[in-house]
């Protein structure tokens, strides 16, 4: 039976999950353990912190390349996320913030998106915590955030981001949240974490009800928490409501191919990764789900 990289990921997080479980249980914080704001280990270091490990023409060669003007890397790095170009992104971005502006907000995100792109949410919630805590107010960057900590099945910091998001959001500035909105996951007293999504999903529903016009990135995190919850039908229908607003965007055109393959659909999936290759063509994850549905 064909399975979507995407669906094996869900199936890998519930599995986390219960590591977790276990923690807490030997009175480990594991919210903590996750989510502190830790130093990120750039995996391409600046000349200035490897130049002792070279000898002089691969110093000079490194220098040459990194002594662009410092508003050239986050250009380049742009430049290579939207070419599919992720490891050459991360390495610029890196740079950016080594060489330019270590507090560049958005450097921060997109070093987090290009993670997530890769699979690898942890990478990816420390860069964008990192986003945050410079730039508190970044729409973007706290769903972003919000989306990955789902991935990681951490409920509670799942809907602080995406309370953030709301509140922070100028689309949303006119919407109440009550206690019923997100009482339960606030409170603490969730064990198993069940109510702390039905918490999420009720935020995200009263969202879209709030501005339906423009629901396109609500939508989107809904698909990932029906995925994670396992309501398949759901997520389709929230990512096809998604891309009702947003046709050109890759991600969804995949995120819908995976979870329609979860749900032994694949007949219908290979449209939808064939759609994201259109749109991406260096999109190695899409190419693998592909793969893996024929």
């Not at 750039?42 to 002594?67: G, L, N, P, V």
């Not at 170009?85 to 330019?100: C, D, H, P, S, V």
């Not at 509140?167 to 949240?177: D, I, S, W």
Request: charged share 25%; aromatic share 8%; with cysteine.
């Amino acid at each position: 039976e064909a399975e979507a990289e995407y669906a094996q990921d869900m199936d890998q997080a519930v599995n986390d999950a219960t590591n977790l479980a276990s923690a807490v249980e030997t009175n480990e914080n594991v919210g903590d353990a996750l989510t502190a704001l830790q130093p990120y280990e750039f995996i391409h270091k600046a000349a200035s912190t490897t130049a002792s490990r070279m000898d002089s023409s691969q110093r000079a060669d490194q220098q040459q390349q990194e002594q662009k003007p410092l508003q050239d890397w986050m250009k380049e790095g742009m430049r290579q996320f939207e070419a599919g170009n992720i490891k050459e992104a991360i390495r610029a971005f890196e740079m950016e913030l080594q060489l330019g502006n270590e507090n560049n907000a958005k450097a921060w995100r997109m070093l987090g998106r290009c993670h997530a792109e890769n699979d690898q949410d942890r990478e990816a919630i420390l860069c964008l915590e990192h986003a945050v805590d410079r730039d508190p107010y970044s729409a973007e960057a706290l769903l972003d955030l919000g989306v990955s900590y789902v991935n990681e099945l951490n409920h509670e910091k799942a809907l602080e981001s995406l309370l953030s998001w709301i509140t922070h959001n100028p689309n949303y500035a006119g919407m109440e949240l009550t206690d019923d909105n997100y009482g339960a996951a606030s409170s603490g007293d969730n064990e198993d974490g069940g109510e702390t999504f039905d918490e999420v999903q009720r935020l995200l529903m009263k969202a879209v009800e709030y501005n339906p016009s423009d629901a396109a990135d609500v939508w989107q995190a809904l698909g990932v928490v029906f995925n994670v919850t396992r309501d398949y039908n759901a997520a389709v229908d929230a990512f096809e409501k998604a891309l009702q607003a947003q046709p050109n965007d890759y991600q969804l055109w995949n995120k819908l191919g995976a979870t329609l393959a979860n749900s032994n659909r694949s007949e219908r999936a290979l449209p939808a990764y064939r759609e994201a290759l259109q749109l991406k063509p260096k999109y190695a994850r899409a190419w693998l789900n592909m793969a893996i549905s024929h």
